[in-house]
């Protein structure tokens, strides 16, 4: 057998091994998507006639609606990888990766596993508040196939990024507790971001916290694709956030993970 079929078939192994445990232990999922939705809900229907005022839309939830999803879906990917966080803490303090050290198996294996499953996990979560979204009254009819396309490779590209910083944060923390806190940051950076109101209406001394992260840019361009606003120069820093994000994360993990157990 090849190295290549090797590695495949290992990584294949684990995925399988992952989507299990988030099967048979699924309420960690669901809390990490309550707080989303809650959010979707709250925002719309407790402030969404004076937040869309604020944002030039009138006294009309539904042009509030519109402008807040893409930055839940954006927060919906940043909570679920959390939960990857979690997840690689617990296998590392658990014994199971001493025991896989021993075996006849590609070393990164586990971390592809941890990896591939945790965007199709967040594929899922965000299929799910979308549909949240659109049950309540979100539309994006303006939308084309190939902006619908580009769109679902924005959300996966974001994922991926954020996964291998979630999987270094899990695989840096001493436990699974630490790693929720460390990995918390990855929800927080939404809320702080052009998520739900415009950067023009926020404090001058607080713009630039909003601006120069990676989360504004993926909405702007996730806004522009779906609602059809201009994306400009976002499109292009997004890539360029998530390259690096994933270069880095990549990177941090495979340091981790190499080193030889204590």
């Not at 404090?203 to 059809?228: C, H, K, M, S």
Request: proline fraction near 5%; include cysteine.
């Amino acid at each position: 057998m090849s190295s290549l079929s090797h590695t495949v078939r290992d990584s294949a192994t684990m995925l399988r091994r992952n989507l299990l445990h988030a099967r048979r232990y699924p309420s960690l999922t669901l809390n990490l998507l309550l707080t989303p939705v809650m959010l979707l809900l709250l925002f719309v229907y407790i402030f969404g006639d004076v937040m869309s005022e604020g944002i030039g839309g009138g006294a009309d939830r539904s042009e509030y609606l519109a402008y807040v999803v893409p930055g839940i879906l954006m927060l919906t990917i940043g909570g679920t990888t959390i939960g990857s966080a979690i997840s690689v803490s617990n296998d590392m303090t658990e014994g199971i990766i001493a025991r896989f050290r021993t075996m006849a198996i590609h070393r990164g294996s586990v971390l592809i596993g941890h990896v591939v499953g945790s965007v199709l996990q967040c594929v899922l979560s965000v299929v799910l508040v979308g549909a949240v979204a659109v049950a309540i009254g979100f539309r994006s009819i303006d939308a084309t196939v190939l902006e619908w396309v580009l769109a679902v490779g924005l959300l996966a590209l974001v994922s991926l990024a954020l996964t291998w910083i979630a999987v270094g944060m899990g695989l840096s923390s001493p436990n699974a507790e630490a790693a929720s806190n460390n990995a918390m940051p990855l929800m927080i950076l939404p809320l702080l971001s052009s998520a739900f109101v415009p950067i023009d209406a926020m404090p001058g001394w607080f713009q630039p916290v909003a601006e120069y992260q990676p989360f504004t840019p993926a909405i702007e361009t996730l806004r522009g694709l779906l609602l059809g606003t201009g994306i400009g120069n976002n499109g292009w820093l997004t890539v360029a956030w998530c390259v690096g994000l994933a270069v880095l994360g990549y990177a941090w993990s495979k340091s981790l993970f190499d080193r030889d157990p204590k």
